[in-house]
């Protein structure tokens, strides 16, 4: 995986079901910088669909998803 910098901020969304993750990492974008980072851990089944579309919709960059064992992670990088 491309070198990334530093998180900006981790949001811990496993045990929370849709539509809460998604309100958890729009809120959290919203305090972001342009460039930024943010890390979202979930394992909603619904996540990677409803992540992938609002990254899409905002302007963001969904730079990768990681399957762990009992959740995914999520690097979205706050577009302009």
């Given at each position: 995986m491309a070198d990334i910098g530093p998180l900006a901020e981790s949001l811990d969304c496993v045990g929370l079901y849709c539509p809460e993750p998604l309100f958890q990492?729009?809120?959290?974008?919203?305090?972001?910088?342009?460039?930024?980072?943010l890390e979202v851990l979930a394992d909603d089944p619904a996540a990677q669909e409803d992540l992938t579309r609002f990254a899409r919709r905002a302007g963001h960059e969904l730079v990768s998803i990681e399957d762990n064992d009992d959740?995914?992670?999520?690097l979205i990088r706050k577009g302009e």
């Open positions: 990492t729009r809120e959290a974008m919203d305090r972001l910088e342009p460039g930024d980072v959740h995914k992670r999520f």
